[in-house]
């Protein structure tokens, strides 16, 4: 495939730009966050231990696979990682956040960028990003699995009760749905492949399904990041009171 000329690139030097605002500034939440968060989860990935108290099971390790691991000599979390890993990074709105903010390209909107060419996502390695929807299915099926640890999460032995991690568990299993559900494939699968509603089959139910997932789509961004922050301090909470460094309090 031929490569193009990248117009946003031609006759600009890097970082050249006539914009008059500070658009670097919104680069540097993105570099903290996310690298932060690379880091964070790739220790606790390889740790190996202080993933599950009582009711409670650290989102990055579930499901939990076979946690003896006589036949696997690493953590079992790296035995999952890929799924919800291939999610994000694929992710439409994640690919635009990590391209800009740790390979500026481009570094915003009108500023010039190191490459005077652009092949998009068609070369090794990015053309892997189009595997997207079936990470999606992926991701579908690790939510089956941490609602039912958000809902074991409600059980103290013989009784049922809510503790702190209760709530931090549930809350988010609840935003990593909302971070799901409004994704741009979903949202496509659902109806955006249809040109005519009303001529396709089940017409009025595929309406309703995309209608609702495009509200949600909207607000994309909102749930990666909340997703993001809320899925590594449920582990952080998970680890912190299974290493004894904090008591879960029980509120019923």
């Given at each position: 495939?031929?490569?193009?000329v ?19 500034v919104?680069?540097?939440?993105v ?8 880091a964070?989860a790739?220790?606790?990935?390889f740790e190996?231990?202080?993933y ?6 650290s989102?990055?390790y579930s499901p939990l696979i076979?946690p003896?691991?006589h036949w696997?000599?690493?953590s079992?979390a790296?035995?999952i990682?890929?799924?919800?890993l291939?999610f994000?990074?694929?992710c439409?709105y ?13 570094p915003?909107?009108?500023v010039g960028?190191g490459?005077?060419?652009?092949r998009?996502?068609?070369?090794f390695?990015f053309?892997l ?11 579908v099926?690790f ?8 809902i074991?999460a409600?059980?103290?032995?013989a ?6 991690g209760?709530?931090?568990l549930?809350g988010n299993v609840?935003l ?9 494939s979903?949202r496509?699968l659902?109806g955006?492949?249809?040109d005519?509603?009303?001529c396709a ?7 309703k399904?995309?209608?609702w997932?495009?509200v ?6 909102l749930f990666a990041?909340?997703s993001?922050?809320s899925?590594?301090?449920?582990d952080?909470y998970v680890r ?11 509120l019923?």
């Open positions: 495939m031929a490569e193009l990248n117009p946003s690139a031609a006759g600009r030097s890097f970082g050249e730009t006539q914009r008059r605002d500070s658009w670097w919104e680069i540097i939440p570099v903290v966050l996310l690298g932060g968060f690379g964070y790739t220790l606790r990935a190996g231990r202080f599950e108290w009582g009711p409670y099971l989102p990055f076979d003896n691991h696997w000599a690493f079992p790296l035995l990682l890929a799924g919800p291939g994000r990074a694929t439409y994640y690919r635009k956040a990590y391209y800009r903010a740790f390979f500026a390209d481009p915003a909107c009108a960028e490459r005077k060419t652009y998009g996502e068609t070369a390695p053309i990003q189009n595997v997207h929807r079936y990470f999606l299915y992926v991701a099926l939510l089956v699995f941490l609602w039912r640890d958000a074991h409600f059980s103290f032995g009784s049922v009760g809510v503790g702190v209760t709530l931090v549930l609840i990593l749905t909302l971070y799901t559900l409004s994704c741009h979903l496509h659902a955006g492949k249809l005519c509603f009303s089959a089940f017409g009025a139910p595929h309406y399904t995309w209608q997932l495009s949600l789509n909207q607000r994309h961004m990041w909340a993001l922050l899925v590594g301090f449920a952080l912190l009171v299974s290493c004894g460094a904090i008591r879960d309090v029980r019923l």
